[in-house]
């Protein structure tokens, strides 16, 4: 069955630092893998999607198929990156499986 | 831009009442779905669907039933509410191409059970 594990809630950083989220999956098909955000009081949104291989807002994502993995990372977090990110992983009809979310807080 | 609108952004009910979300969406989609959002949980989807009045369980259908009488609409029904469904509840839509879409959300309806 397929399955996505962000196994922190809560990442902590200072502004400036590197950022990485990790997600892993478990999927025995061929694995389709999207981020979303959520930002205080906004609806959940699209950050970016494996298959387009963008940069968005200095995010990135690369899918490791041998380490089963779609970490989000950034060189340099900012404040306004505090958001909950949820990894998901597509499981057939068009529906999506979502991991539980990690919180990002970046304090200044 | 696509645009999900849920009807309500709170809503407050009592235990056992039938309860009634609504969504609508406005780009023409085929695809629909209703999650739940819980801290901890992340978002389970309880009910989706491909089409006018079909409709496929999703991974916690229990205690939910759904309605699509029109393309752009889709309802979530409580048949009989009760304490442990007090959540947050979003919907979602997709095209309905044969590559998979990105999902777009509306900003939820929290309802709370009393």
């Known amino acids: 069955a397929q399955r996505v594990t962000q196994p922190e809630k809560l990442l902590s950083v200072f502004k400036g630092a590197p950022v990485e989220l990790k997600c892993n999956y478990s999927?025995?098909?061929?694995?389709?893998l999207f981020w979303y955000v959520q930002y205080s009081r906004q609806r959940l949104q699209l950050l970016l999607r494996?298959?387009s291989r963008e940069s968005i807002k200095g995010f990135t994502a690369d899918l490791n198929k041998g380490e089963t993995s779609f970490h989000l990372k950034k060189p340099f977090a900012q404040e306004e990156d505090s958001a909950m990110y949820y990894c998901?992983?597509?499981?057939?009809?068009?529906?999506?499986?979502f991991g539980k979310g990690t919180m990002l807080l970046v304090s200044p | 831009d696509v645009k999900v609108t849920q009807s309500s952004r709170y809503l407050v009910k009592r235990t056992g009442e039938k309860v009634f979300l609504e969504c609508v969406q406005d780009m023409d989609h085929e695809n629909m779905f209703w999650y739940r959002q819980d801290p901890g949980l992340g978002l389970r989807l309880i009910y989706f669907?491909?089409?006018?009045?079909?409709?496929e369980k999703g991974d916690i259908p229990e205690g939910y039933s759904v309605s699509r009488e029109k393309k752009e609409r889709f309802s979530l029904i409580l048949e009989s509410a009760s304490t442990n469904q007090t959540s947050m509840y979003l919907c979602?839509?997709?095209?309905?191409?044969?590559?998979?879409?990105?999902?777009?959300f509306g900003d939820g309806t929290r309802l709370s059970i009393l």
């Open positions: 979602a839509s997709s095209p309905g191409d044969r590559e998979l879409q990105p999902q777009h």
């Open positions: 998901a992983l597509n499981s057939g009809y068009s529906t999506l499986t």
């Open positions: 494996h298959i």
């Open positions: 999927y025995s098909g061929s694995p389709e």
């Open positions: 669907s491909y089409d006018v009045k079909m409709k």
